[in-house]
């Protein structure tokens, strides 16, 4: 039983119209894929973000295992993207046998740490994925160059980035390809969902075969041959139209979603100043040139303070705050499919010190007060404690 009073760590967000678009999807009578919510979705995400294709999926995980079969990888091809991040980052190269390559993130954002990119460079690496924590952008730019100095593909895992900016371009949309997420726990949702931005004209074709359990459907559907057949290897990768019909009513309010994020982001990163002055936290860096989407709103505890204690008993007086990404190149999984490069000290020490606030659509001032009140009473019993402790160590001594 969830206790009265208690602030859940996330609270999906509907808008109200989503059922009124999953009726008229039943009504129309079309019920698989690629139907007109998924096309009108599709266009919303092209029109928004001059990705030159757009294809919805079942999952950003989907959309990055497609993107893994757009590089044609062999066994052995060597992938770079940074430990800190969710194993579907590292999963879709795996599954293609390819070897993820762990590399450090930056203190002040959380990515990739652009600057240690080179030195994971071998003959077999074919691509980067840098993924933007939180909805911050990694340093894009500067990717990109190595990318092109060393002739690789650029997959952008902007699950956390939907309506997102770097340098007034939308994430997604800078590298060869992008990956969104709509899983409930995201800005912009349909319980399960995903969307693959193909920015880069030699890999439509391709994308649309390998989404389509590599037949040609699509160029069927728009009367450009006039029967579909097995082209390629591939799998089924598209939602079903509820699940599009759902989507678009969150397309609708996106802007809305993301401007009221913001405000409850800021109103956190107020009431967060003065502990962070203390010395006690320090609160996200947004580097000039990024515009954020407030998809989450995380801490970095100073490291004497016993960040697991500190959440079980956050919980335990009603607010649910939970840690982040266990590093991938520590997990059975990442030792056995993946390397690192070198060690990796700033992923280490960010994923043990990570808190992350409750944040959601509707969660009220009153609400965040309670939070932060919560959290600075039990940093200071924290502290307090130890402090005891040492003391009795030194009369001990
Ligand atoms: C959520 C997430 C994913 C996976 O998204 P799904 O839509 O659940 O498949 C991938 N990468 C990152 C960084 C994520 O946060």
């Given amino acids: 039983m969830v206790q009265k009073d208690f602030i859940t760590f996330n ?37 928004t973000t001059g ?35 969710f194993v579907s980052s590292a999963n879709a190269f795996a599954l293609r046998r390819a070897v993820p390559v762990f590399v450090d993130i930056r203190e002040d954002t959380l990515n990739i740490d652009e600057d240690l990119i080179e030195a994971a460079i071998s003959p077999r690496t074919r691509a980067i994925v840098p993924v933007h924590y939180a909805g911050v952008a990694c340093e894009m730019d500067r990717i990109m160059q190595i990318a092109g ?33 709509f899983h409930e726990t995201k800005n912009i949702i349909s319980g399960e969902g995903g969307a693959l931005l193909v920015n880069s004209p030699e890999f439509i074709e ?49 802007g809305r979603i993301t401007d009221t994020r913001l405000e409850t982001w800021s109103r956190y990163h107020e009431l967060l100043e003065p502990l962070e002055s203390a010395g006690y936290l320090r609160r996200p860096i947004v580097p000039a040139g990024c515009r954020h989407n407030a998809h989450m709103y995380y801490i970095l505890l100073s490291p004497e303070i016993d960040r697991d204690g500190l959440l079980s008993e956050m919980n ?22 993946g390397r690192a490069s070198g060690a990796l000290p700033v992923t280490d020490s960010t994923s043990a010190r990570l808190v992350r606030l409750p944040l959601w659509f509707g969660l009220t001032y009153e ?31």
């Fill in 11 to 47: 609270w999906p967000y509907m808008t109200g119209k989503e059922l009124y678009y999953i009726a008229e999807a039943h009504f129309n009578g079309r019920l698989a894929g690629d139907g007109p919510f998924t096309q009108r979705c599709q266009k919303w995400f092209e029109e």
């Fill in 51 to 85: 990705a030159l294709k757009t294809l919805l999926t079942h999952s950003c995980t989907a959309a990055l295992e497609l993107s893994a079969l757009l590089l044609d990888l062999k066994p052995g091809d060597e992938i770079i993207m940074p430990s800190f991040t």
């Fill in 149 to 181: 100095r060393h002739r690789l593909k650029v997959i952008e895992d902007a699950a956390h980035g939907v309506m997102a900016t770097y340098k007034e371009r939308p994430l997604g949309t800078i590298g060869h390809l992008g990956a969104f997420s």
């Fill in 367 to 397: 609400q965040q007060l309670r939070v932060v009140e919560v959290l600075e009473d039990l940093i200071k019993e924290d502290l307090d404690l130890k402090v005891h402790r040492t003391q009795g160590a030194l009369l001990k001594r």
């Fill in 316 to 337: 335990k007086r009603g607010v649910n705050s939970v840690f982040h990404y266990v590093p991938l190149h520590s997990s059975p999984a990442g030792m056995r499919y």
């Fill in 206 to 254: 391709m994308a649309e075969i390998f989404r389509e359990k590599g037949t040609d459907r699509s160029r069927f559907y728009r009367g450009e041959v006039d029967k579909y057949t097995w082209q390629s290897i591939g799998s089924s990768f598209l939602p079903g139209e509820l699940i599009a019909a759902f989507l678009w009513a969150q397309l609708e309010e996106a």
